[in-house]
């Protein structure tokens, strides 16, 4: 297709969504990204039925402790697409490219590129 | 089982200032089951405060470990020869946990990560529920297996009283009322001659009226 996509995100590929725990959005967070996104099926099309809504919960949940912390909820997302929509992957990718471009680096690289500098 | 819910993470935030070296300490039993302190708790928790601590420019070095249980002398004794190295300890178990492991830990500051609610049964995904005050003094032979202790707002045990209404409490309309349910299953038991009995009045001493608990039992003790 030769979609015109962001180059700056890693992806990390899950067997299901429903895989997904908080603790993988944090850890990314604690490592210095700037955002995170999971992209799942479409809703009601899981093949285990609930992986995509267990992730979403989860989104939810990391994005909860992520604003408490003061690292700011709106960096995770979740979207939602078929396998067949490659088109809407990439929209996805610069919509989430376009938000965390906005929103500015996370304060967390931000203090641990600052420490790594010090040392 | 004992449910518990998480405190806030700027509570325990305020709790553990000052603190350099901080082990979260979780528990594996009741606590991991009400997902509020287990080993994944204590990974969430963790990497939250980390990442506080970088954000903020502070240094707090952070270890997890999770045990069986903190209520047991044998798992709490696992930590002894680490514990030293901590200047505090967060512990995710319920309040028992919290308290055996200061006793054990004498010098070694405990802090509580979770508020122990109560001891209830996992309703549905994400809900549990009080079903028993530990009163001490079982009555649910009388009652159709429905505790009117813990779950009756007034503990009447001859209910229902005058703010029952349709089957619900008069404190809260989402609840049920304890006698009405304790009526339908002696009905649904064919045994409604049972709710003619009365309750005689009931020995509160061995609730908390009669001050901190202990079982001893002689024949398994060695």
Redesign the interface.
């Known amino acids: 297709m030769r979609l015109k996509c962001p180059a700056n995100f890693r992806i990390i590929r899950l067997p299901c969504t429903g895989k997904l ?3 993988h959005i ?2 990314a ?2 490592k210095g990204a700037d955002g995170v996104y999971v992209v799942g099926c479409m809703e009601g099309d899981c093949h285990f039925n609930t992986g995509n809504f267990r992730a979403r919960k989860r989104v939810e949940q990391a994005a909860k ?1 992520l604003d ?4 700011g909820g709106e960096r995770v997302k979740m979207y939602n697409l078929s396998s067949g929509e490659g088109p809407l992957f990439a929209e996805y990718s610069i919509e989430m490219d376009k938000i965390i471009r906005e929103l500015g680096p996370s ?2 690289g931000t ?2 590129k ?2 790594a500098n010090a040392a | 089982m004992i449910i518990a819910e998480k405190k ?3 509570e325990i935030i305020s709790t553990i200032s000052g603190y350099k070296r901080l082990l979260i300490l979780g528990c594996n039993e009741c606590v991991t089951v009400c997902e509020a302190g287990g080993k ?1 708790e204590v ?2 928790l963790a ?6 601590f ?2 903020e ?1 502070k240094e707090c070095e952070i270890d997890e470990r999770t045990l069986e249980r903190q209520c047991d002398h044998e798992y709490l004794e696992e930590i002894r020869d680490v514990v030293d190295q901590y200047d505090a300890i967060l512990s995710l178990a319920c309040g028992v946990g919290v308290q055996f492991a200061a006793e054990k830990y004498h010098s070694t500051p405990l802090l509580p990560g979770v508020n122990t609610v109560c001891l209830g049964a996992n309703e549905q995904r994400g809900m549990w529920a009080e079903r028993c005050q530990a009163c001490g003094s079982c009555v649910l032979a009388a009652t159709a297996g429905i505790c009117p202790v813990s779950r009756c707002a007034k503990r009447v045990l001859n209910g229902p009283c005058g703010g029952s209404t349709n089957g619900k409490c008069e404190i809260n309309k989402d609840l049920d009322c304890a006698w009405q349910l304790i009526i339908d299953r002696l009905k649904a038991m064919d045994k409604l001659d049972d709710y003619e009995k009365l309750a005689t009045i009931k020995d509160w001493s061995s609730d908390r009226a009669g001050g901190p608990r202990k079982v001893v039992r002689e024949d398994v003790q060695v």
Do not use: N
């Open positions: 725990d908080i603790i944090l850890r967070f604690e402790i408490q912390i003061g690292v304060p967390i203090a641990l600052k420490k | 806030p993470i700027e994944k990974e969430v990497s939250a405060l980390r990442m506080h970088i954000k420019g």
